[in-house]
């Protein structure tokens, strides 16, 4: 920071000194900057935040007032409102897919339904009104009391010792009561849950609730199983009819084409065509073996013949011929031929020979006949096989047309086999009336109403009371138009801001070193004591408000127009009361500080305000010149000016003349005026009447080096600076920057002030 003793352009050069009374150690600088100078993106979302915590803590009135009214109107509805119980039940809906008894109903709700949305479906058949209606109805059965409605004023007459009001039931009234179905997540449970103002009343709702849709839901599934039965009644008849007409017909075709069955898939002439092949089959095995006996029988030796081998009385002839043969042998050795043993022995063996004989060729005839009659057998067999055959080829056609009538028969008493089964079964269904729903929970009677909750309505009021006041200080801010902080007129007007003078100034001398203030409040015109605002940076130097000017010139200062640094500044605002005046001789007061000779020239001529701040006669000044005919290069200074009582500054008034003032201003006079002053001032600054209404700073401000904006923070709209500041950069007259005027450090974060030193620590307001 600079010294207090030199300037911000340099050494003073006439040893400026602090004001009477005030030490050196005591004289403070005070400076205006921007909190986030150096701020990125983080920073300037950070800075955005402040300002509007900042904002809400300005408005923090109209906050607690709502948020007070929010608590007051969250009481008030507690207290209004009728309390309300809440009664709950829980039931289990099992799956009907469990029951083995329901072979016709429904089950699970049907193909392709979840369990989860079957249970969505009950929940809202017990959402349905005409569950609710039968709920009801059974209820007024019941002989339920009247519903009486509460009194809402009831404690507020008990708060004012207030007679109760007399209630007079009615009987037509209904008991308002709420239903809330939840089916749990994963479960079959289903919680139910009544909300009525009277808790008996919430609690025999809710169970009359569950034994009526228990006792709708065995209602609907006796009507189905009977409407079941009905239909399948029905159709069991149908089906009958058409069973008895399909078997007439398969026994009329039957009859028709002689076909006749011994088994479900044979007929007769298939079995009879099937037994004489297997006789065919048999005769000819037979005949093969009879055929094989044959032939060997006829050629071999009789005596080699199986048949003549194996047979027993052959064989006995044979042992029998042999004995006699040994005995005739014996004989003949001791006997003649003629011996008559020898001859019965031969007569004998002659015997038996030709019986053995006799015997064997009944056995070869034998072979022989049953070969034959084997194959006479065979031959008969084949042609009735053969003529069979033929018969049975001829039926093939007719058995096609037959199986088609007798598969229809068949599928015929299958359906009505399995139809009958269903009615068997539909008529047990009806029979056994089980239930699926089972009661987890009864309703219990409950003791405290849950609603209304006076907790969580005062919270609600107070964070609605909060939010409602929030958005009228925001909505407020942004319907208000006006620029109240540093930063929005360069945004908005696209000039610099040269400057911010505070609405309030920390105090000096005594006052400051005790930690006390003073409000100098900057306004046009006298503060009604002794000491005016627009003299303050001469008659309080050490104060935050002088220094907000000093800051202000220093960026007037070392600002540029065509290299050159501006001499004759004009300085006018958007409108009336932004502080026109107080810039223009605090400015001057600042410029006189730092050894400039410096004029401050009053063109307002309607309303002239500089002669009284410095209490000078207003009876020569700036129209008085204008009007005069001698040439302003031969008058004295003292006829151009008057000499304050600050060192190095002077005032031009505005003089006594206030007719014909554009004429006055448009004259060559006007230019010749504006260069005499040049050369015998260092600084010019032209005090003006508000551009927007009077045309008097726009005809200035083409003989003036640069204009300042003068813009009161909270007063003067956007669209009046913009339009101000359009004018001028329409006449070509350069715009030096903007001096907001008035501003309220706390009301906004985004810049504040230091003070240097300030006792124990730096202190920012």
């Known amino acids: 920071m600079t010294n207090p003793d030199q300037s911000v352009l340099g050494p003073r050069r006439d040893g400026y000194a602090p004001a009477p009374g005030v030490s050196h150690e005591m004289t403070r600088l005070i400076c205006l900057e921007p909190l986030d100078a150096g701020g990125g993106g983080g920073k300037a979302d950070t800075s955005g935040m402040l300002e509007l915590w900042q904002l809400l803590l300005d408005r923090k009135p109209l906050m607690l007032f709502m948020v007070v009214l929010g608590v007051i109107g969250g009481l008030v509805i507690s207290v209004l409102q009728t309390p309300v119980y809440q009664a709950r039940t829980t039931i289990e809906i099992q799956s009907l897919s469990e029951s083995s008894l329901e072979p016709l109903t429904e089950r699970d709700g049907g193909a392709g339904t979840t369990p989860e949305s079957y249970l969505q479906t009950q929940a809202k058949i017990l959402q349905s009104a005409s569950l609710r209606s039968r709920v009801v109805a059974k209820m007024k059965q019941q002989r339920a009391p009247a519903y009486q409605p509460p009194d809402q004023f009831a404690e507020v007459r008990k708060l004012l010792h207030l007679s109760p009001r007399k209630a007079v039931p009615d009987l037509n009234a209904t008991t308002p009561v709420t239903l809330q179905v939840k089916p749990f997540e994963n479960t079959r449970i289903i919680e139910i849950l009544c909300d009525a103002p009277d808790p008996i009343f919430a609690a025999k709702f809710a169970n009359t609730m569950t034994d009526e849709y228990i006792e709708y839901h065995l209602e609907a599934r006796w009507n189905a199983a009977q409407k079941a039965a009905q239909w399948l009644t029905l159709q069991l008849e149908k089906l009958r009819l058409k069973l008895q007409d399909s078997e007439s017909r398969l026994q009329a075709y039957s009859r028709a084409t002689g076909l006749m069955f011994t088994g479900d898939k044979q007929n007769v002439e298939q079995e009879k065509l099937m037994q004489l092949q297997a006789e065919l089959l048999r005769a000819q095995a037979d005949r093969v073996m009879k055929q094989a006996a044959y032939e060997i029988a006829v050629g071999s030796p009789p005596d080699t013949v199986p048949q003549v081998l194996d047979n027993g009385r052959l064989g006995a002839y044979q042992s029998q011929i042999a004995d006699l043969r040994r005995q005739l042998a014996e004989l003949s050795a001791e006997l003649t031929p003629a011996h008559y043993k020898v001859i019965r022995v031969q007569s004998q063996i002659r015997d038996l020979e030709a019986t053995f004989k006799k015997e064997r060729d009944n056995i070869m005839a034998r072979i022989r006949n049953e070969y034959q009659a084997a194959l006479r057998r065979e031959a008969v067999l084949s042609q009735s096989y053969i003529a069979q055959t033929r018969l049975v080829t001829e039926q093939a056609g007719k058995t096609v047309n037959y199986d088609i009538l007798k598969r229809e028969a068949d599928s015929n008493r299958k359906l009505y086999d399995e139809l009958l089964d269903k009615v068997q ?41 909060l939010l409602l006041g929030i958005a009228l200080v925001i909505g407020g801010d942004h319907i208000n138009r006006s620029l109240k902080a540093p930063g929005e007129t360069p945004f908005h007007l696209k000039v610099p801001e040269l400057g911010v003078i505070p609405e309030q100034a920390s105090g000096s001398g005594k006052a400051a070193r005790d930690g006390s203030h003073r409000v100098l409040p900057l306004r046009s015109g006298l503060d009604g004591s002794n000491e005016h605002v627009e003299l303050a940076t001469w008659q309080d130097r050490p104060s935050l408000l002088a220094e907000s000017f000093r800051s202000a010139l220093a960026s007037i200062l070392v600002s540029e127009q065509n290299g050159e640094r501006p001499k004759v500044i004009l300085v006018t605002s958007a409108g009336r009361g932004e502080g026109k005046s107080s810039t223009v001789s605090n400015l001057g007061i600042a410029l006189a500080e730092i050894n400039q000779k410096v004029l401050l020239l009053d063109a307002d001529m309607r309303k002239p305000h500089l002669h009284q701040v410095f209490n000078a006669p207003n009876s020569w000044g700036l129209s008085d010149l204008l009007r005069e005919r001698t040439s302003l290069k031969d008058m004295p200074l003292e006829a151009l000016a008057r000499e304050t009582e600050i060192n190095g500054l002077y005032i031009l008034p505005s003089g006594t003349g206030t007719v014909s003032i554009a004429n006055l201003l448009y004259s060559n006079r006007t230019a010749e005026l504006i260069q005499r002053l040049r050369q015998e001032f260092d600084m010019v600054l032209i005090d003006t009447p508000p551009m927007l209404y009077i045309s008097d700073a726009r005809v200035l401000g083409r003989l003036a080096d640069g204009a300042i904006l003068v813009v009161r923070a909270g007063r003067t709209t956007r669209d009046a600076a913009m339009g101000a500041k359009q004018r001028l950069v329409d006449d070509r007259i350069p715009v030096l920057g903007t001096i907001l005027n008035g501003w309220d450090p706390k009301a906004k974060t985004r810049y504040g002030y230091y003070v240097y030193p300030g006792g124990a620590g730096d202190e920012e307001a």
């Not at 047990?428 to 009677?445: C, F, K, Q, Y």
């Open 425 to 465: 079964g539909a008529g047990l269904a009806t029979a056994m009336r089980g239930s699926n729903i089972r009661v987890v929970d009864p309703a219990e009677t409950p003791q405290q109403p849950y609603r209304p909750n006076l907790i969580q309505n005062l919270a609600m009021g107070l964070v609605s009371g």
